[in-house]
């Protein structure tokens, strides 16, 4: 008899869902979450073959729009994008960031304005940035059937108030209050937590102390997942490279000299030739 379990591929091609992330602990033996961002049709396209998650990141307004922080970034961007990612995405769970200043205010307002992300985009879920002060939230919004992902330590939305994108938890006090957040909104119900910019520590004790699946970036390699904006994987960036990201590739410089080549070819007559044309009239040898 084979001790093989045949490989269902009908499990491996389909949509991964919120309970399949929830149970991606990794002392349950699970491999790390893949996970990536995700903006367009075109890089959804691309990543979900290889990804787990794809996250519609609020980032999107630094990377796409070029704002100086997320803060700027509106629901409709969130949710068109979140439609362009869907249309791309076969296999990944699609979770979309609810922009800064749509949900803090009540959880009754969060859930008004995570509803109509779910409804408008269709992903599985969306994330939020907080920790203790965001708990009545997680679960106001998670026991009314929207799939809740937490986010603490830099959170990018608190950058006023953080005076930067700064490393967070460098001394005790900053450390437990961040392990404090995290437990908070595991146990309010979230399925999931990015844990952004700690100490490797901190990410490493967060992950083995609360039952949800951590997601990391520059967090720990301990976490149970890892995530990154694409565009800084793909080095699409090629001035700042911030310390947690690895580049994996050098898009940027490809794209720059693809651009070169392209000009040079228009400037010089090269392109386009006659196979670049529609209905060429063939020259007759006089
Ligand atoms: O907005 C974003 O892209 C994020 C990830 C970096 C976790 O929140």
């Not at 269902?8 to 991606?24: C, E, G, N, S, Y």
């Not at 985009?121 to 994330?127: E, F, I, M, N, T």
């Amino acid at each position: 008899m084979s001790t093989h379990k045949p490989i269902d591929l009908d499990d491996a091609m389909r949509k991964l869902t919120v309970p399949d992330i929830r149970a991606r602990k990794r002392r349950d033996g699970a491999k790390p979450l893949v996970c990536l961002t995700a903006y367009t049709v075109l890089t959804a396209r691309l990543l979900d073959a290889h990804t787990d998650l794809l996250l519609v990141g609020d980032s999107l307004g630094m990377v796409l729009y070029g704002l100086d922080s997320t803060i700027g970034v509106t629901m409709d961007m969130m949710i068109a994008h979140g439609q362009a990612v869907m249309r791309g995405t076969k296999r990944s769970c699609v979770i979309v960031d609810m922009p800064f200043g749509s949900y803090q205010e009540s959880p009754q307002i969060a859930f008004r304005n995570a509803a109509r992300i779910m409804k408008e985009v269709g992903c599985a879920g969306v994330k939020i940035e907080g920790g203790l002060e965001m708990a009545s939230t997680v679960k106001f919004l998670s026991e009314r059937g929207i799939p809740v992902m937490g986010h603490v330590g830099l959170m990018p939305q608190s950058v006023h108030t953080a005076g930067g994108f700064k490393a967070q938890g460098r001394g005790d006090v900053q450390a437990q209050k961040i392990f404090a957040d995290a437990q908070a909104i595991a146990a309010a119900g979230a399925f999931a937590i990015v844990v952004e910019g700690t100490m490797e520590p901190i990410a490493r004790r967060i992950t083995d102390e609360i039952d949800i699946p951590t997601i990391g970036i520059g967090g720990s390699p301990a976490c149970d997942g890892q995530i990154l904006v694409t565009e800084d994987m793909a080095g699409l960036f090629t001035d700042f490279k911030p310390r947690f990201v690895k580049r994996y590739m050098d898009l940027g410089s490809g794209l720059a000299e693809a651009a070169r080549l392209y000009a040079d070819e228009v400037r010089s007559g090269v392109f386009p030739s006659d196979e670049h044309c529609f209905g060429v009239q063939k020259k007759i040898p006089e």
